[in-house]
């Protein structure tokens, strides 16, 4: 294995900022009920604050597991890059504006040989970072609740379901996410890492989390 130095080109921060902002803007709308009336509310309540929630929440969660999956490729010599796909982002736009969002904002291209098992960690990479997250919010909602922050509250409970479901989406073995990577490589690792983001994200879900 050999092991190169992680770089960001000025093209990749680019492509991630515009990525980041876009789905900010884009998980914003979509919380706030989709529709005119979404951009009429949050623009007449201010809209620094669901913004910055998005931001933080699923841009970071989106963000991150793209990030991870560059990382881990590089550290087996890999050439990555993650590249910015503007027409998904624009469509996650347009999507939010109609009460539902479809956001895929780009992936990360590498390039080099790799084992069966090198090519599962590096899928695999993306999905445990959003659990890693999730574990990180989780402790952000209850610090909320106690210092009667609601948006540090909410930004605890919605980062911690837009995580679980960023893992457990991801992990499904179908086209192109990381599941089929993982599937192929381990069926073991798959059911292992599977089941219980899924468990955990249908839990959350029924808790109530991230609303």
Known sequence: MSVSRLSFSAKELQDLVVAWVALGVAFAIFFAGGGQRAVTAILAGGVVGPV?????????GFLLHEVA??????????????????????????????????????????????????????????????????????????VGILVGSEFVALAGSRGLMINLFLAAFNMLPFGPLDGKTVLGWSKAVFVAFFLPALALTVGAFVLGFGF
Do not use: C, W
């Open 52 to 60: 910055l929630l998005s931001l933080l929440t699923a841009g970071v």
């Open 69 to 142: 999956h560059k990382v881990v490729a590089v550290r087996y010599g890999q050439v990555a890059e993650f590249r910015a796909d503007y027409g998904m982002l624009f469509l996650a736009v347009v999507t939010s504006l109609a009460g539902f969002i479809f956001a895929a904002p780009g992936a990360v291209y590498h390039r080099g040989r790799l084992t069966p098992r090198e090519h599962g960690l590096i899928a695999l990479a993306g999905p445990a970072t959003n659990v890693a997250l999730a574990v990180l919010f989780l402790p952000l909602f209850f």
